[in-house]
């Protein structure tokens, strides 16, 4: 029969190693600095190698305490994961999607209706957020994010491909035809700024796409939200990126004009994300097949 390591040990080491000091992990655990000592001195002899070295200021972690401590954190993470999704599973059942601004705005809100007729005693949580990263992120069911579709421990399945236009209003282009790429240059532009590393298409793009310099010039606007961004195309301020899906419908009832008939495509997109680490409910499975039927 396999040995076992208790796990009270394993929680002292992974103290110890976090804070580089017997007595802090002592302090946090509400334990005797000695009680901490011979607890990481015990699954030293059952491990039959040493995890620290000892020093005046604190204790470093040797190669095999360094492997113990990567383990035992990806093990804590997968606790904590089931504890999360055992305490949804004991509340009222609710379904919480995480989305950025931009697609919970002009593609998820006009059909939030159909969601709530499909699951009619399920409380709808939307969260948004303007970050990639789901480390930052409050606990969700499902998320609907853009991306390369990598995000660590979890599942993505590629809803939308990135697809972009250049758009404006009909007020701002008035009487005039459909410009080339070239007339697109000379018109005030409306950037949507992207954290580093670029995550999405910009200006320079599909500039370089149509084998035009990049342009930039004082006069133009710049926004870091993609709501404000197409609030001031719709106010006829400028020329804008347009993603599809996002600006399919303003497209359709013409408040919104495509300046081009071929867009610009990549293989980032909007992407269904769900933690590897939870169960998906009844409700996130249903609220899954309601996106891939509407698609």
Known sequence: ??????????????????????????RELAMSQAAVSQQVATLEVELGAALFTRGHRGVALTPAG?????????????????????R??????????????????????????????LIPDVEIRLITTQSGNLADEAEFDLAILF????????????????????????????????????????M????????????????DDWFSAMQLPPVSRPRDLTF???QLMLQAVLQGQGVGIGWTPL?????????????????????R??????????????PAQAFKRFLFQLR
């Not at 993505?156 to 009487?175: K, W």
């Open 1 to 26: 029969m396999r040995a076992q390591l208790p796990l009270r040990r394993l929680a002292v080491f992974e103290a110890a190693a976090r804070h580089g000091r017997f007595v802090a992990a002592a």
């Open 66 to 86: 360094e492997l113990l401590h990567r383990a035992v954190q990806e093990g804590l993470r997968t606790l904590e994961s089931g504890v999360t999704a055992a």
């Open 88 to 117: 949804r599973l004991a509340k009222k059942r609710s379904l919480q999607i995480l989305t950025d601004y931009g697609f919970a705005g002009w593609w998820l809100m006009p059909r939030i209706g159909s969601l709530s007729e």
């Open 147 to 186: 991306g390369s579709g990598d995000w660590p421990r979890c599942r993505a399945q590629r809803l939308f491909q990135e697809e972009i236009y250049p758009v404006c209003s009909p007020a701002y282009l008035g009487d005039r035809p459909l410009p080339t790429a070239a007339e697109i240059s000379r």
């Open 188 to 203: 005030r532009l409306l950037h949507l700024r992207s954290p580093s590393p670029q995550r999405w298409f910009s200006w």
């Open 224 to 226: 870091n939200n993609y």
């Open 247 to 267: 600006i399919d419908a303003l497209v359709e009832s013409r408040a919104l004009l495509r300046l081009t008939a071929t867009p610009l495509v990549s293989e």
């Open 269 to 282: 997109g909007y992407f269904v994300v769900e933690s590897q680490a939870a169960a998906v409910s009844e």
